[in-house]
């Protein structure tokens, strides 16, 4: 498999566990900058910091409102890669656990 540089980027900006919240805040419904923190337990700027980093990698856009700004995911696919990458960590953790790390260097 080929790692592209939009690749990396991608995945580097998903890292962060605050963004992968926002981003199932947002696809769950929650699209507003007050509902996101409200939801998660951030501070407002934290995740105005955030979904600035998401817009920055593509991952999110924003629609202006009045004085609210609301946020939608540019791909759905992103929910799914996010899925994923959880149940491939599940996995990789389960084969640790049954003695695939045998120098323990997990």
Do not use: W
Request: aromatic letters at 2%.
């Amino acid at each position: 498999m080929k790692m592209t540089m939009n690749t990396e980027k991608l995945l580097k900006c998903l890292a962060d566990p605050n963004r992968q919240r926002i981003i199932k805040e947002i696809a769950g419904g929650k699209p507003c900058v007050n509902c996101i923190a409200q939801a998660t337990g951030m501070e407002q700027s934290l995740v105005s910091h955030h979904l600035a980093k998401l817009k920055c990698c593509c991952i999110v856009t924003p629609r202006q409102e009045g004085k609210n700004v609301f946020y939608s995911l540019v791909s759905p696919k992103i929910v799914a890669l996010l899925e994923m990458a959880a149940e491939a960590a599940s996995e990789i953790s389960r084969a640790c656990d049954e003695g695939a790390c045998e120098k323990g260097e997990c």
